[in-house]
């Protein structure tokens, strides 16, 4: 079964849910130089760090629409964040959330459509921890193709929190009908054309993982996905699956943001 790769808090919170992988932490990756993806958002609840996400204009954060809960709920997006634990007052911008908005047509059981628009209380202020991230065209990466996530979601799928500190790794895309083959997900759940599928080389581990939810996928320095969903993390055929950013998802974005 797949699980979002969802907060870690909410792990320890809901003793219902103690044995899954909902979240989605950085396997095998390296902390990055602090504050160099200015645009990386971290999402809060009452409980603590829960997903992140992307700045893509001053109001506006980007995000997998299965961070929203209803008894979860976001309270506070946190910008210009490196490591949770120190107070980083110099760096910081706290908003509130005005309003959230998931896609139309997200669907929860097929994994599709996992994206969250997050209008912020109040506009950023962009300085040198804090900016926007400006979308641009649609890029299907090719199999093979090396891509890049970050988040603050756990190193290992057996610890119980993730990194204090951002972290990054390189994953590599796999073709959509190899990762629905038996040896990966054996279509649980399918991939589609609106996934990206990307892990291991076939070699060396690297994941997202609990935590790392709604954190960004880039290709070639482009934003092309969100960290989606998953089977546990680590697992060289059960590699990450992110929402692709289609010309469709990005023109509904687009859309939305004018509201």
């Known amino acids: 079964m797949t699980h979002p790769r969802f907060t870690f808090v909410f792990l320890l919170c809901a003793s219902c849910l103690v044995c899954s992988n909902d979240g989605v932490e950085i396997i095998n990756g390296k902390e990055v130089v602090p504050h160099s993806m ?22 506006w954060v980007l995000t997998a629409a ?25 760096s ?25 628009l997050i209008k912020l209380d109040e506009d950023v202020t962009e300085t040198n921890t804090v900016k926007v991230l400006h979308l641009r065209k649609s890029v299907d990466p090719a199999p093979g193709s090396t891509c890049l996530v970050a988040g603050w979601g756990k190193t290992n799928s057996t610890f119980t929190k993730g990194s204090d500190v951002l972290r990054s790794v390189n994953v590599t895309v796999i073709d959509r009908v190899k990762c629905n083959s038996k040896q990966y997900y054996n279509f649980n759940p399918t ?15 690297a994941d997202s993982c609990q935590g790392d939810s709604g954190g960004p996928l880039f290709c070639k320095e482009n934003l092309v996905g969100i960290t989606s969903t998953g089977q546990d993390c680590g697992i060289i055929m059960k590699p990450g699956v992110y929402t692709f950013l289609t010309k469709e998802k990005l023109k509904w974005i687009k859309q939305m943001m004018k509201m």
């Open 38 to 59: 200015p645009y990386m958002a971290l999402l809060e609840n009452k409980q603590g760090p829960i997903c992140g996400g992307t700045l893509i204009s001053p109001k």
């Open 191 to 205: 991939i589609t054309r609106g996934h990206i599928c990307a892990g291991s080389d076939g070699t060396n581990v």
């Open 92 to 116: 910081r911008q706290i908003r509130k959330v005005k309003n959230y908005i998931q896609h139309p047509c997200y669907d929860s059981q097929e994994k599709v459509n996992d994206l969250m």
């Open 66 to 90: 299965h961070c929203y809960k209803d008894d979860f709920k976001i309270k506070r997006v946190m910008l210009g964040v490196h490591n949770i634990k120190i107070a980083e007052k110099d």
